[in-house]
């Protein structure tokens, strides 16, 4: 492992922390006060759709559990909670089931 410097470490930290403020800056305090238009927020609409398989997709397909290696249960589970969410319309029923699917193939498979 190699050492960084210090001045490096602090640098990087300062950049990151302007940047963050900067990019929340600009919604909060700069376009707050502004209605959005209707394309924007129709668009803002698919945002929480967007961001839950973007998590979890790296979990499913290359699982640290498995040093990268996709497996059986996991694959399984994922399929089970799209058809169920899918079936279903219900998000509660979907998650459930995939976990218990998950649990249950990783308990008898080993």
């Known amino acids: 492992m ?3 410097d210090t001045t ?9 922390a302007v940047g963050s403020f900067a990019l929340r800056f600009t919604f909060i305090g700069i376009v707050g006060d ?13 945002t929480a759709v967007a961001i839950v398989p973007a998590l979890i997709a790296p979990l499913v ?5 498995t040093e990268g290696q996709p497996d059986v249960p996991r ?4 399929a ?11 998000v509660i029923a979907a998650i459930f ?7 249950g193939l ?5």
């Open 2 to 4: 190699t050492h960084i």
């Open 8 to 16: 490096t470490i602090w640098i990087i930290i300062l950049g990151l």
């Open 34 to 46: 502004r209605p959005m238009p209707a394309w924007l927020l129709r668009h803002l609409r698919y």
């Open 61 to 65: 397909v290359w699982p640290t559990a």
């Open 75 to 78: 694959m399984t589970a994922a």
């Open 80 to 90: 089970v909670t799209l058809a169920v969410g899918i079936v279903t319309k219900n």
């Open 97 to 103: 089931s995939g976990a218990a699917t998950l649990y």
């Open 106 to 110: 990783l308990y008898l498979l080993g």
